[in-house]
């Protein structure tokens, strides 16, 4: 029994059309939908303590996103998870749940994310010339990126963001590219900005099909680890 | 097949992503009505002619929704105008516009209905028909195509639509839209042909056909006279009402969007109608008479739209929240719940002169909104020709009293270009507004933050069914000219006054669609097929554009806006009654001008003629007001 869990839930094609914010208050409403004894937040403006890993941008699926939720009565994890279903729309679906007790929440343990990216490129290539161009721009020491900032865009380079990123052929023109990235509220690598970045600064020309994430990781003394290990830390 | 395969089938993410909000196009929102197509005798697309995120704010739309999906054979299926990088898509793919339950073509649909809440969406209205694939003119629609219907506020007028739409709904539709289908499902039984329909359609009460009616004018362009085709055909068309609202079905399983709307929560409709008869408001004439629904009722409606949405606030809809006759049993019922289950309360268009502290303490506990005061006019003498009956005394009590409760945000706002205004009135809003900041002094220098107000002016247009529907609108160059120097006033405060106010130009066009007869058709066609859409935003609003379109059809916007119309001329609405007499408005005109104030529903009968409804307030022993006393007359 705990009155706080963390539970992992997937984001199917059905609710990938919204951005982080809204898939929150989807969240929000569900919650009180299936009746979960939530924590409020104090004040004029009580909020839900719900918080979630990692933002997922408009377009993104997803097999293992995180979230940490703070109740008022003891449940165990796994009549959360059937119960929250209960409250939450097709394409959002909460998978497991474990007790929690630590001080540090989600957001601030992920650090890394796993993607799964399709997409087509508009010339044919071979699986060995896109194995060549994903080699050369790892190669290099920095690849420069505009990125949003408060005092509007500035360069930053990704390079030391990408941890690691290959290529295999699908079919005809379709690759699916795996990419493992740092993430979190550190350091953050959005999987749309690295393939806009992948595809400007190696003039190859691509369509997005699919964008997935396989999973996050926190890290502890340089070890991924799955968020549910460090539920307790 | 389930509607997300058929959705994957047809619009994949080439497009979706290439969208601001996909999910304005996506449906299968929670609470979604899902059919099987197979059983289905009447297919329904409610249309709203304007941006989702507008539409799924309506309420109209959330109850016809509801009522017409109960009916087993009837599946209704909503649409909305896609935004323009949507439409610049679907125009490049040669993709229709679907409805979002069933990603159906609005030409596949029986009928498809449009709601009318604002003259600048009508040419959003011509665009859907097209991209929807319907022939935009009634008369080029053949068999087997849809029904073009239309209702809401503005049909009141329905006369500049006369062209594209087969026939209006004057009224309140949960019951009539159900009187339609039955006949809809009748005919297609009995095999008629399309005309037939409109025959049988054209006997429903409240059923307008605007085919069947021929008008003839004068040599001024006024109206000589509006001939009913036939003597099967009404002369004047009655509005339909829902005579007791417990007795009809409300929604509280309403469609949870998963983008944000403009108004993002559970709508609480208390009553219908409004007991005030400001003269400009056109809502405080055509739902006439009050009829309020129970608080019992309410109560029920609000548990289970929370139970079943998961909203997080309930919001009171009505044109006046503080007329509402229970509302004590009502918030006291409301608030042990909402603050239970952390759902925020909001009590709008309370009005100035009967704000409750008790009231207002009570919803604070919860959360606190920001406060709106609508005066409409600076001077006392101009609230009077309107028959707003606030004094200057009560708008700064009740300020001051908001102030004490917590709030350092007020919005009010104001019209120009009121009938008899004068640049004194004009002048009259500053020096409310610094009167209002001067007077909380006191309270906010404990806060340590003066008042902030939010000023805004909207530019007055007459509307039919008011009594200054024969007012002729003020020149565009007199607004402006009002709107520069109120600006100019307030310019040292703009610390603590913010001014917004309405492009002129807007307001002057819906004023010419407002009152417009059914030769503005050819313009509306114009100005749309010469890019006109999404009037009603700034950004996309071309004055230019519709100004060539009166040129090429040779008619005059200031004929129909700008003219002072006399009693004796026969308006564009004439045969719609909504209920009103126009003695009572003529009656109304002329005590305007004498500053003279009528007294509310709730004080006393003032004869407008809804009385023939024989409901709500009419039939009520008159009782004296619930809140404050102060506007008596």
Sequence with gaps: MAKALRFRFSRGQELKYIAHLDMLRVFERAIKRAKIPVAYTQGFNPRQKLVFGLPMSIGLTSESEYADIELVEDMQPEEFVTQINKGLPDGLKAEEAVSMNTRDNIMNQITAARYEIVFEVKEPRSRFEIDTIIYDLLSREEISVMKKSKKGPKPVNIRPSIYSMSAGKIDAGKFLMKAFLSAGAENNLRVDLLMQSFSQETNLEINIISMHRKALYASTYNEWKNPFEVAND | ?633
């Design chain 2, 1 to 633: 097949m389930h509607p997300l395969t058929m959705m994957q089938l047809k619009i994949d993410d080439s497009i979706l992503l290439k969208v601001e909000k996909p999910a304005k196009y996506t449906g299968n929102e929670w609470n979604m009505v899902k059919k099987h197509l197979n059983n289905i005798k009447v297919r329904f697309a409610f249309c709203f002619p304007d941006d989702y995120e507008i539409g799924m704010s309506h309420l109209g739309m959330k109850i016809l929704y509801h009522i017409l999906n109960k009916r087993e054979e009837v599946y209704c299926e909503r649409a909305f105008a896609p935004w323009v990088d949507m439409e610049q898509i679907m125009r490049e793919k040669n993709m229709p516009l679907y409805t979002l339950e069933t990603y159906t073509p609005l030409s596949e649909f029986d009928m498809v209905g449009f709601t009318l809440q604002y003259e600048m969406s009508y040419t959003n209205i011509l665009n859907m028909l097209e991209l929807g694939r319907i022939p935009v003119l009634s008369k080029d629609r053949t068999e087997g195509m849809p029904f073009v219907i239309a209702g809401g506020p503005c049909a009141c007028n329905p006369e500049p639509l006369a062209d594209f739409v087969d026939f209006f709904v004057i009224g309140e539709g949960e019951e009539v839209i159900l009187e339609i289908v039955d006949e809809y499902i009748s005919w297609k039984e009995a095999g008629e042909s399309r005309a037939e329909f409109l025959k049988r359609v054209s006997k429903v009460e409240g059923v307008y056909v605007p085919s069947f009616y021929d008008i003839s004018y004068n040599e001024d362009g006024t109206i000589k006279d509006i001939i009913p085709a036939n003597s099967d055909v009404p002369g004047r068309i009655r509005r339909r009402i829902i005579k007791d609202l417990d007795s009809v079905d409300f929604p509280d399983n309403i469609i949870v969007p998963y983008i944000g709307t403009v108004h993002d929560r559970i709508m609480l409709e208390i009553f219908r109608g409004c007991v005030r008869g400001c003269r400009f408001c056109q809502a405080g004439f055509i739902y006439r008479p009050v009829r309020e629904r129970s608080h019992e009722k309410l109560y029920e409606i609000a548990k289970a739209s929370a139970q079943n949405t998961g909203y997080d606030e309930i919001s009171m809809v009505s044109l006046s929240t503080s007329d509402y006759s229970s509302l004590p049993e009502l918030c006291n019922n409301l608030i042990e719940f909402t603050e239970e289950e952390k759902i925020s309360l909001s009590l709008p268009s309370l009005r100035v002169d009967n704000f409750s502290l008790g009231l207002m303490d009570k919803v604070s506990k919860v959360r606190k909104s920001g406060l709106t005061f609508a005066p409409e006019a600076g001077t006392q003498r101009l609230r009077d020709v309107i028959n707003k009956g606030i004094t200057n005394e009560d708008l700064v009590s009740s300020v001051k009293l908001a102030v004490s409760g917590g709030w350092n945000q007020v919005k009010l706002y104001f019209m120009l270009g009121l009938p008899t205004e004068t640049m004194e009135d004009v002048e009259g809003i500053s020096k409310l507004s610094i009167n209002l900041i001067e007077s909380c002094r006191d309270i906010t220098k404990a806060h340590g933050k003066a008042l902030n107000i939010t000023l805004s002016t909207a530019c007055f247009v007459p509307k039919p069914f008011t009594p200054f529907q024969w007012e002729p609108m003020e020149e565009m160059d007199s607004l402006m000219k009002k709107q520069y120097h109120l600006k100019d006033l307030i310019k040292k405060r703009t610390r603590n006054i913010k001014y917004n106010y309405h492009d002129a130009r807007i307001s002057l066009m819906e004023a010419v669609l407002a009152r417009g007869d059914r030769r503005l058709g050819k313009v509306i066609y114009t100005a749309w097929s010469n890019g006109c859409k999404f009037d009603g935003w700034d950004e996309f609003f071309s004055f230019d554009k519709w100004m060539e379109a009166f040129n090429e059809c040779g008619l005059d916007p200031k004929f129909y806006a700008n003219r002072k119309r006399e009693y004796s001329e026969i308006l564009p609405w004439d045969h719609i009654d909504m209920g009103v007499s126009k003695e009572f408005l003529i009656r109304e005109n002329q005590k305007a001008y004498e500053g003279d104030l009528t007294r509310n529903c709730a004080a006393g009968c003032s004869a407008c003629g809804a009385q023939i409804y024989k409901t709500g307030i009419c039939t009520k022993t008159r009782r004296g007001l619930v809140y404050g006393e102060s506007t008596e007359v």
